[in-house]
């Protein structure tokens, strides 16, 4: 069975100071991992994906398999970023798309 | 394009009841995916419909059941609701089955509460 562990429920940072929201899984497959994010009163929403290796609004994250873990980074942390984050998982080798979530962590970033 | 949207916002029903909430998808999306969010956790998966077949169940009852329409609308049905039932229930739907390219599109929720 796969799991997704976000260790911190609540992390808080400065404006322009250095965000990383942990993520870690366990799964004995190959996974394909998302972040997904909810601002306050938006519903949830695709933030960024691994195979995409892109960068969304300055976040980037590495699926690092060793480690099992795809923590979300940004260098420089904005007010606009506060928001619930989730990290989720998907398997790959089957026909379905189920999402595994964590439990999510919410960040709030001060001005 | 519209998007995902559900039906009623909240309820509150009593604990033995039955419940019907739902879905309408994305236009052109014939996957449907429904999500149960306790207070504080993630959503967790309850199950998923493909062109009007059930494909995938998560970890819950029978009493969780599901629909999917030919316009790909679907509804999702609780029976004999019990008091931790109460969550906030999300649907989310996307273009086709199994392409981790294709997002999955989320609608607002619909709040439960059981008393």
């Known amino acids: 069975a796969q799991r997704v562990t976000q260790p911190e429920k609540l992390l808080s940072v400065f404006k322009g100071a250095p965000v990383e929201l942990k993520c870690n899984y366990s799964y004995s497959g190959s996974p394909e991992l998302f972040w997904y994010v909810q601002y306050s009163r938006q519903r949830l929403q695709l933030l960024l994906r691994?195979?995409s290796r892109e960068s969304i609004k300055g976040f980037t994250a590495d699926l690092n398999k060793g480690e099992t873990s795809f923590h979300l980074k940004k260098p420089f942390a904005q007010e606009e970023d506060s928001a619930m984050y989730y990290c989720?998982?998907?398997?790959?080798?089957?026909?379905?798309?189920?999402?595994?979530f964590g439990e999510g962590t919410q960040l709030t970033v001060n001005p | 394009e519209t998007g995902v949207t559900q039906s009623p916002t909240h309820l509150i029903k009593t604990r033995g009841q039955q419940v019907t909430l739902r879905c309408s998808s994305q236009?052109?999306?014939?996957?449907v995916s429904w999500y149960q969010q306790a207070l504080g956790q993630g959503p967790q998966f309850i199950f998923q419909?493909?062109?009007?077949?059930?494909?995938g169940r998560g970890n819950f009852p029978p009493r969780f059941s599901g629909l999917q329409f030919p316009n790909y609308s679907s509804e999702l049905n609780v029976n004999a609701l019990e008091l931790d039932d109460s969550a906030l229930y999300l649907c989310a739907s996307s273009l086709d089955l199994g392409q981790p390219l294709y997002e999955q599109y989320f609608g607002p929720g619909t709040r439960l509460t059981v008393t």
């Open positions: 691994h195979i």
């Open positions: 989720a998982l998907s398997r790959s080798e089957t026909s379905g798309s189920r999402l595994t």
């Open positions: 236009s052109g999306h014939n996957t």
């Open positions: 419909y493909y062109r009007e077949e059930e494909n």
